[in-house]
């Protein structure tokens, strides 16, 4: 079973830029997708991006399409998520969530085995 846990969150002002890190433990991760997912305060948990076992696959929620960059070491067994231009409006709970198969299974969100605690993102404006 994979362990995740997160880093990389904080406080930043619009327009800048930060990147979350996510270690994984206990398991190898190139043959499974891995991906983030953020809950904003008083909102459901929602998608940002998967990243398929040999990153040859990314995919995006459209509301960080073009802002956010998904990448996958599987040597070091890490995943990252680069997040440019923020906005107020990506001040959320970052997740690290993996263990499924293909990114299709991971963006549903459904019967993820692996979960990091979070971290938190601060834009403000």
């Known amino acids: 079973q994979v362990q995740l846990i997160e880093s990389g969150g904080g406080k930043v002002q619009a327009g800048n830029s930060l990147r979350l890190s996510c270690t994984a433990s206990?398991?190898?991760?190139?043959?499974?997708?891995m991906g983030w997912f953020r809950q904003a305060p008083g909102k459901e948990r929602e998608f940002v991006a998967a990243?398929?076992?040999?990153?040859?696959?990314?995919v995006y929620a459209d509301s960080v399409k073009g802002r956010f960059t998904i990448s996958k070491n599987n040597a070091e067994k890490m995943l990252h998520l680069q997040m440019d231009s923020l906005k107020p409006e990506d001040t959320a709970v970052y997740y690290c969530?993996?263990?499924?198969?293909?990114?299709?299974?991971?963006?549903?969100?459904?019967?993820?085995?692996?979960w990091g605690k979070g971290t938190l993102v601060t834009v403000s404006s």
């Open positions: 969530a993996g263990g499924v198969t293909t990114t299709v299974e991971l963006r549903r969100g459904v019967s993820i085995p692996a």
């Open positions: 990243a398929s076992g040999s990153c040859a696959t990314t």
């Open positions: 206990g398991g190898t991760v190139s043959s499974i997708a």
